[in-house]
């Protein structure tokens, strides 16, 4: 199982980065992608979880990147996107993503308490300065 992001970098506050989560390992659609992120003396914190769904996929976002941030999926490309908007210098942290089953969490559970999220990847960092 492999999770590798990519997208960091570092953008003026207002600016837009898109984070990719390239999966490999694993069938995509039996797991629940989380998005973290741990800024420097901070605890890391859980940002949008998405589980793939029937009809539509099911997601969670914490309250401070609610309507700022959206998170996707792309099961064929095997690839979990998080598209962050209106950025502020409090984003500043890096961005992990993980993975946990779908039938070991749900989407509030894995990203309020990280219950399941069983793989991580390395993280890529985001830095919203002026």
């Known amino acids: 199982v492999q999770l590798v992001e990519s997208g960091g970098g570092s953008v003026q506050p207002g600016g837009s980065l898109r984070l990719s989560c390239k999966t490999s390992?694993?069938?995509?659609?039996?797991?629940?992608i989380g998005w973290f992120r741990q800024a420097p003396g901070k605890e890391r914190e859980g940002v949008s979880c998405?589980?793939?769904?029937?009809?539509?996929?099911?997601?969670y976002y914490t309250d401070s990147v609610k309507g700022r941030f959206i998170v996707s999926r792309d099961n064929a490309k095997k690839t979990v996107y998080l598209q962050m908007s209106s950025l502020k210098p409090e984003d500043t942290a890096v961005y992990y993503c993980s993975a946990g089953r779908v039938i070991s969490t749900t989407v509030q559970d894995m990203c309020t308490a990280e219950v399941g999220a069983d793989y991580w990847g390395f993280g890529t960092q985001v830095t919203v300065s002026s």
């Open positions: 998405i589980e793939d769904s029937d009809s539509d996929d099911t997601t």
């Open positions: 390992g694993f069938i995509l659609d039996d797991f629940t």
